[in-house]
Structures are given as structure tokens and as C-alpha cells.
């Protein structure tokens, strides 16, 4: 144990911020770590826009489900898998671009901006910020594309609300090791190897809204099976060329 670890192993979502930008300093700092997390093959295919623009983060928090926490927060990021300048060197220097398009090359650059994304998380809280990722801006792609004037071969992924929290929480309990790490081989579970963590999720939930939420993990699992959402993506992914092949 040491103090990265304690720190990775404190990490809880934050959803309320103090009405506090952060500072230049800070934001340089935050994009220096994201920028130093590993990437394929050394392409970086990602890009980071800070949206510190009111009316901006408005906007992207109606797509997202209007989250407060995007407009009241000290910066908010989005992510971007971004191969258009891949693209723009291919075409400066004569060479095939076609393989940009390839579901392989959107994959590369989708991982590379999560490694980014969560190196930047880590830095924040080891700054003692807080920090939530919101992936409901995938709610409507072509929406916060446009107002984010990202060109092709390029979308949003996801953004990362980062600032000074009014209150502090505790972890949310994960699934037991055994569950998730598989030696060698995989090794399959049965339903009842998840009995143990419900009856945690179930306490947790119960003890953090007062009683007002009881369930399970398996039981929050099932209820998101009913429905699949964001069916638009394919298609407009396809439009900004990427992952058509």
C-alpha cells in the first residue's frame, strides 16, 4: 500500500461542486497527466475540450439529462476519439487514408482516450478534486458534435466534470476480486456467486438514501436488460467515418 494506491482506492463519483473554476494551472496540470497515460502505438488519437463556456455546458447538460453537475462544476472536459489529424497527414502527404475508417482504428483511439480520461481523474483526486464521468452526452453524438464543432473522423465519447466538492462520500463497493480477475483461463460464475454482493449493494443503497432505494446488483443489472438505448450510434459514427469497416 502506498499513497497512489490509497488514493486510487478512495475514488467515489462526486455530483456537487462549488461554483469554482479551476485555475489555469490546475487545467495545464490535469491535460499534462492525461497526455502522459500510454497510447497505441504512440497514434494519440484523442483530443480533450475544456467547455468552460456557460451556455456551452448548458446545452450538452439538456442532451445529458440535464446534470447540474456539468454547468456548476470547475471545468468540464470531453473527450474525442480523434483521427482527424491522422486523417489530415494522410492527405498532406499523398498516402491512403482509408484504413481510418476501419472499426479497429476507431477501438485504438476510443481506448486512447479512456487511458487519457482516467489518468486525468487520478491526478484530479490526488489534487483534492472531485470528479464524475458522464456518459449520458452519447444521449444525442450528433448534438454535442455539432455544438462542439468537431470535424470528421473525430467524435465525442464521453466528458469528465471535474472541481471542488461540497461534501465527500465514501467508495461504492466494487465486485469481489475472485469475480472479476480469472487465472489463465476464464472461469465462469453462477448466478448465486453474486448473492454476497447484493446483500452489500442492497445495505449500501439502503443506508445512503435512507431506505428508499433497496436493491440489489443483479437486480440493477436486470432492470437495464429491459431496454437498449442509443441505437443511433452506428449510423452516426458511420457519418463522421469512423468504424465502418
Not at 481510418?100 to 481523474?121: C, I, K, P
Not at 455539432?146 to 472541481?163: E, M, N, V
Not at 489463465?184 to 435512507?210: C, L, M, S, V
Request: glycine residues 6%; proline residues 3%.
Amino acid at each position: 500500500m502506498n499513497e497512489t494506491i490509497e488514493g486510487i482506492l478512495s475514488h467515489y463519483s462526486v455530483r456537487d461542486f462549488k461554483d469554482e473554476a479551476l485555475t489555469e494551472a490546475e487545467i495545464a496540470l490535469l491535460i499534462k497527466s492525461a497526455q502522459a497515460a500510454s497510447t497505441s502505438s504512440f497514434v494519440q488519437a484523442y483530443s480533450i475540450i475544456g467547455v468552460s463556456d456557460k451556455a456551452l455546458r448548458e446545452a450538452i447538460s439538456e442532451v445529458a439529462g440535464k446534470q447540474p453537475y456539468i454547468v456548476k462544476t470547475g471545468q468540464f472536459f470531453v473527450f474525442v476519439a480523434d483521427l482527424s489529424r491522422h486523417h489530415q497527414i494522410g492527405e498532406a502527404r499523398g498516402a491512403e487514408t482509408d484504413s481510418l475508417t476501419s472499426m479497429e482504428r476507431f477501438l485504438v483511439a476510443t481506448v486512447d482516450a479512456t487511458l487519457a480520461a482516467q489518468n486525468m481523474a487520478i491526478a484530479a483526486e490526488s489534487m483534492g478534486l472531485g470528479i464524475c464521468y458522464i456518459g449520458g452526452i452519447r444521449n444525442d453524438l450528433a448534438r454535442v458534435s455539432d455544438l462542439l464543432q468537431i470535424p470528421d473522423y473525430a467524435t465525442p465519447l464521453f466528458g469528465l466534470t471535474i472541481g471542488h466538492p461540497t461534501t465527500s462520500s465514501e467508495p461504492k463497493p466494487r465486485l469481489a476480486s475472485e469475480l472479476v480477475y480469472h487465472e489463465n483461463h476464464y472461469q465462469p460464475k453462477g448466478i448465486q456467486d453474486f448473492n454476497e454482493y447484493d446483500d452489500t449493494i442492497r445495505d449500501y443503497y439502503a443506508a445512503r438514501t435512507g431506505g428508499k432505494r433497496v436493491e440489489g446488483w443483479t437486480d440493477q443489472i436486470e432492470r437495464s436488460l429491459k431496454y437498449a438505448t442509443r441505437l443511433d450510434l452506428k449510423e452516426f459514427l458511420a457519418s463522421k467515418n469512423l468504424g465502418k469497416k
